[in-house]
C-alpha cells in the first residue's frame, strides 16, 4: 500500500483500502486530481493510475486494474 500511496504524488488520495475478495487481494487507491477540462483530468488520472500500478508492481504481483470516474453518482470506466 505504501507504494501506491506513494507513487500518486500530489494528488489526494481520498480513501485507500487493501482487502481480499475470493482469495484475491485487492488494493483500493482513491484519488482526486486537480480540476481542469474533463480531457486533462483524465489524462492525469490515467498518468497517475499508471505510475500507482508500477510501483505496486515492484513489490508485487499484480493482475488488471481498473480506472473509474465519478459523475453524477456513478462510477464510469475512463481508457
Known sequence: MDAALASLGTHHVDA???KVSDGTPLILVRFTVR????????TAA????LRTC???????STGRHRLLRRRYG??????
Do not use: F, K, N
Open 16 to 18: 485507500a483500502d487493501i
Open 35 to 42: 480540476a481542469s477540462s474533463e480531457a486533462e483530468e483524465d
Open 46 to 49: 490515467q498518468v497517475a493510475a
Open 54 to 60: 508500477e510501483a505496486v508492481e515492484r513489490v508485487a
Open 74 to 79: 456513478s462510477w464510469l470506466p475512463i481508457g
